[in-house]
């Protein structure tokens, strides 16, 4: 986040749990809470425990750092390449943005 910058942890659930096309029953249901708890993380009214937010970042696809508005990369997961891919793909990647 940049400075000046507010974070809302409510904004960001909203928008990626949208970005995912899932209702906040959807989301609930797969994380273990109702309907009207994911509306109250949405609008900040009630925060997650720590378990409840790791679930959100692994259905939602996304990394508990960038749940909390800790860092706005993107985050891909390739599960299947092994170290040495993984290693050459690290590289590629930093050579390409260097």
């Known amino acids: 986040m940049g400075s000046g910058q507010v974070f809302d942890f409510g904004l960001r659930l ?4 949208e970005n995912k096309h899932l209702s906040q029953e959807e989301l609930g249901k797969r994380v273990g809470v109702t309907k009207g708890s994911i509306y109250r993380y949405e609008n900040n009214v009630q925060s ?12 939602l ?21 092994s170290e040495a891919e993984e290693a050459a793909l690290r590289e590629f990647i930093r050579r390409f943005i260097s």
Do not use: F
């Open 14 to 17: 909203r928008k990626l749990r």
């Open 48 to 59: 997650p425990s720590l378990e409840t937010a790791r679930k959100l970042a692994v259905v």
């Open 61 to 81: 696809g996304t990394t508990l750092d960038n749940l909390a508005g800790l860092e706005d990369g993107v985050v891909i997961r390739l599960p299947n390449l």
